[in-house]
């Protein structure tokens, strides 16, 4: 995942013989985009300029959920695909309901590391660093903002804060949507065929851009198409935006993910897929026998519409989940390979036996990964607390801990203050949850007993000994808003907030007491998770500078959700004792399909069967590289040597998401959908000729 800043260009030429010139790199720098929302703050996806009329291709996942975003009474666009025969026809998309979907164009890059670094003194403890580094990066961006008005800045931290670099953006803020697939062609196989090779997946989504009501003006910074695509072994490139990796940590911190980080995500995704998918109220029923047996009680599901679940889970939703759900388990089985993590404790000793061996080095830093794993055991006994002593439980106690917090001498004035406002937003209003929000109060209250000890202060002095079922009946159940008295109306609830700090102190209300319990606990969980932050995030730094002095430039940072670019060829990979081809084609989608008989998740829309004998079937549709990419590359532009459009990255196989970890690439592969299949469906499913000539040329 190298970057733009810092090439390898000894490497290329080496390894293949390519030494790119700044012309080249900048071409591919300035062609490539994230896509994210407003002023592009944190991005979501990649994609890429592919004429020069502003026209951009990603991938369908990078752009489903601003459609239905845009469109939350027609998601028959997911289904059934979409093409805009003029520009006219056109869908301008948000990101979400107030912000509209953006494209950041990486313009300028400096190297920033000494003024985020100044006045950072040897004797600063780990907290005093980091303040004083954020006013830095603060006061940069600020610089940077009114040097500059038409970019946006942000602050990319590499090598663990080791390299800080300002990376500014051209925004383009009115994207359209201009063709989208079928779902079931684009996501051809579900949630089975996600992170599989080989695969069938005509994963692609063309945009524009727009500016001043105009298709913007690319023509500077674009990629031709490369009809044919690239072919075996052939070096190709991805550019894109990788999303965060933790190569770079010590096996210590890859322990706390394997044994506590990903196990919680995964418990986190598999009971929110298990409410989503409540299809009827017999299911209901059943979940409601789960969470009574688990302790929580019963809820009331006659707000929910068991036959319409899209108004609280759209499809795009649903895809996503089961998606990340099978992203984390891949990530969980590589952190639990052996031979994985021999790898890593194998290069890390190679690492600090380097350190040791400099006298000066070891004297400062021969005790860096002891103290690594110090936090790393604090944050064992953090986590879970950090993550369940909140108020995600109960709708109630999520306004009332507002009011304890700006009352409480004891806060921060700062906190006070981001208490005092989140209380105004709730003034007059009265709490009244939907079925589907209480389920995700219920499951939290579940999960919490999963992680917490039976003595843990949250269920002994936060639920005052009482079952979840119990205390959820007396803060938020039928029980609590029978009273004229509850917390849950606005009018006694305002009372409490003008009463004062010794009246909350005196209070004998079970929701008071609640709250005022659970806000201790909060603060406490916050302090220590602040300044664990902050010592991680310098001994990181450490680590870094070390990295660097000791192998150079060599080894790449960690990705950041920023833009990188990554080598590699096109080629198959061995696949349970057999090998697999370097591509898949049309022959093979509609075998695929017809072998399930056109059944789900394997079917085909109608249009496409209709269609068949258009098709060259021996077109590509989808290919395998080793390009090493992440979460965040789906949508990154795949380019030949000569700046080619070969290919838009879908995602990788399951071999390879341990590589967010522990790289190897004897078996990861970068899978990509072919330029060829791209063009076949255009023309030959979607009569989408407009958009064709413009990709071609003519």
């Known amino acids: 995942m190298w970057t733009f800043e810092n090439p390898p260009l000894a490497y290329l030429e080496k390894e293949y013989g390519f030494n790119p010139d700044e012309n080249w790199l900048d071409s591919l720098r300035l062609g490539s985009l994230r896509l994210g929302g407003k002023d592009n703050a944190s991005g979501f996806g990649s994609a890429s300029f592919v004429s020069p009329n502003g026209l951009i291709m990603t991938s369908t996942r990078c752009v489903r959920d601003a459609i239905t975003q845009t469109r939350p009474r027609d998601l028959n666009i997911i289904t059934n695909g979409f093409v805009a025969k003029t520009l006219e026809q056109e869908i301008r998309l948000r990101s979400s309901h107030d912000e509209w979907l953006t494209a950041a164009q990486l313009v300028k890059i400096t190297n920033v590391t000494d003024k985020v670094n100044k006045g950072v003194l040897h004797s600063d403890n780990e907290t005093q660093i980091k303040k004083k580094r954020e006013a830095n ?15 946006v800045p942000r602050i990319v931290s590499l090598y663990q804060g080791a390299v800080v670099q300002l990376y500014q953006y051209k925004v383009y803020d009115d994207l359209r949507l201009v063709v989208l697939p079928h ?183 021969g005790d860096l990964w002891d103290r690594i794993a110090s936090v790393v055991e604090q944050r064992r006994q953090h986590e879970a607390r950090a993550r369940f002593q909140t108020a995600n439980g109960s709708p109630v106690l999520g306004v009332l801990v507002p009011i304890v917090r700006m009352c409480d001498p004891a806060e921060t004035e700062e906190h006070r203050e981001q208490a005092r406002r989140t209380n105004e937003s709730w003034a007059g209003v ?27 202060p949250f269920f002994t002095k936060v639920h005052g000994g009482r079952s979840a079922a119990d205390f959820w009946d007396a803060v938020d159940g039928e029980q609590a808003q029978s009273s004229p008295n509850w917390l849950g109306y606005p009018e006694p609830r305002e009372a409490l907030a003008n009463s004062g700090w010794k009246a909350i102190q005196a209070s004998e209300d079970p929701m008071v007491v609640a709250a005022h319990e659970l806000a201790r606990l909060m603060r406490a969980n916050e302090e220590l998770g602040v300044r664990l932050d902050a010592e991680e995030a310098a001994l990181g730094a450490d680590i870094g500078r070390l990295l660097l002095k000791c192998y150079g430039a060599n080894v790449s940072p960690d990705g950041t959700n920023t833009l990188r670019f990554t080598d590699g060829v096109v080629k198959g990979s061995p696949t349970a004792g057999t090998i697999s081809p370097h591509r898949t084609t049309f022959d093979g989608l509609y075998g695929r399909s017809a072998e399930f008989d056109n059944k789900p998740p394997f079917n085909l829309p109608k249009t496409w069967l209709d269609r068949k004998d258009a098709i060259d079937m021996t077109k590509t549709v989808n290919f395998a590289s080793t390009n090493d990419i992440s979460v965040g590359n789906s949508g990154s532009v795949v380019v030949n040597k000569e700046l080619e459009v070969v290919g838009v990255v879908v995602d990788g196989n399951i071999e390879s998401l341990h590589n967010d970890f522990v790289f190897t690439d004897e078996v990861p592969r970068a899978v990509s959908t072919h330029v060829d299949g791209i063009m076949e469906a255009l023309v030959k499913i979607y009569g989408a000729d407009r958009i064709a000539k413009e990709l071609t040329g003519e």
């Open 183 to 365: 779902m079931r062609s684009a996501n051809f196989g579900g949630t089975r065929d996600n992170f599989t090779w080989p695969c069938y997946s005509l994963d692609f989504a063309f945009l524009r851009a727009y500016e001043d009501g105009k298709p913007a003006d690319t023509s500077n910074h674009y990629f031709k198409w490369k009809s044919g695509g690239a072919k075996k072994d052939e070096l190709v490139f991805v550019s894109g935006n990788p999303g965060t990796t933790k190569r770079l940590s010590t096996r210590a911190q890859l322990e706390l993910e394997r044994d506590i980080r990903i196990p919680m995500r995964i418990q986190r995704i598999k009971n929110n897929l298990r409410i989503a998918n409540i299809r009827s109220s017999k299911t209901i029923e059943q979940l409601t026998n789960i969470l009574r047996q688990s302790s929580v009680g019963n809820t009331d599901s006659a707000a929910f519409d068991p036959g319409s679940p899209s108004p609280h889970f759209s499809d795009a939703q649903l895809l996503k989940m089961e998606y990340d759900i099978k992203a984390a388990r891949g990530n969980l089985q590589g952190l639990k390979d052996a031979t994985l993590m021999a790898q890593k404790t194998t290069s890390e000793q190679a690492f600090q036996d380097r350190v040791m061996a400099d006298k000066d080095l070891a004297e400062k830093y």
């Open 430 to 456: 009265e709490i009244s949850p939907n079925a589907g929000y209480i389920l995700d109060c219920l499951d939290h209250l579940v999960r919490s007993r999963s992680w917490l000890a039976e003595d843990d």
């Open 137 to 151: 990066k603060q006061t940069i961006l600020d610089a940077a903002r009114n040097a500059d008005t038409e970019l």
